[in-house]
Every structure is written in C-alpha cells, then in structure tokens.
C-alpha cells in the first residue's frame, strides 16, 4: 500500500525540476546568459565532471541494486540516478544553447 500511494503521489503530485525551474533567463542578460553558457560548456568537456557522472551512476545502482533492503532503499537510488541524469541533461542543454 505504501508503495502505490509514493507512485501515485510522484507521479501526480510533484512537478519534474526543468531548467526553467532552475534559470529564469528572461531575468538575465545577454552578458551573463553568454557566461552560464560557456561555462556549462567548459563543465561538459571536463574529464573530472564525466567522471563524477560515471561514479554517482554506479553508486546509485549499487545502492538499487545491491545495498537496497526496501523499498526505501530502492526509492533513494531512484532519486540519486534522477538527479545524475537531471545534472547531465541541465549541463547538455545549456551548453548547446544559442542566443538570439
């Protein structure tokens, strides 16, 4: 019980975090827009961020996977790898980002 109830609270409740959630460009300008771009561009090639991406992957599946005796312990994997993939995707889609 206490498993469908989490789903369905996640599922119907929370809002996923976007990058609009995080940065509101429309508050910022075009000097500073050009900085986080650059500058999440300089973090995507970094072989030190790939790495730590790499790592908290496996330590997040280890921690699923293996170290997990409930369900607790599955549902903080869970959120260890969604916040992995959020940084990932946040650092990709600022780094190819344009100004107009």
Do not use: C, P
Not at 26 to 31: A, L, R, V
Not at 57 to 83: H, I, P
């Amino acid at each position: 019980m206490k498993k469908l109830l989490l789903n369905w609270i996640l599922k119907n409740k929370f809002k996923a975090l976007t990058e609009k959630a995080v940065i509101d460009w429309s508050k910022m300008n075009e000097t500073d827009q050009k900085v986080y771009i650059e500058q999440a561009k300089a973090i995507k090639e970094m072989k030190l961020f790939g790495d730590l991406m790499e790592h908290l992957k496996y330590a997040s599946q280890e921690t699923m996977f293996n170290k997990s005796k409930s369900w607790d312990d599955m549902y903080f994997g869970k959120a260890m790898l969604y916040s992995v993939d959020l940084m990932e995707q946040f650092i990709k889609t600022l780094s190819a980002r344009k100004l107009k």
